[in-house]
């Protein structure tokens, strides 16, 4: 799996965080999205995919 992020299409819903905080965070001045793992476990996958499914933005981006 790999994970990519269009950080300016974020709109800082901070949904990625809540479904995925070891692959997702958010900048603190603006609540962007920050990828913290490009490449994350497959244990994670299910998470990820619900991250990338529920961004208000589609801004996440994930390739099997």
Do not use: S, W, Y
Request: overall charge negative.
């Amino acid at each position: 799996m790999k994970v990519t992020v269009e950080q300016d299409k974020c709109i800082a819903a901070g949904h990625c965080v809540m479904h995925a905080a070891a692959v997702f965070d958010q900048r603190d001045d603006d609540g962007v999205v920050e990828l913290l793992d490009a490449n994350p476990p497959a244990e994670l996958a299910a998470d990820v995919r619900e991250a990338a499914a529920v961004c208000p933005a589609m801004a996440i981006h994930v390739e099997e």
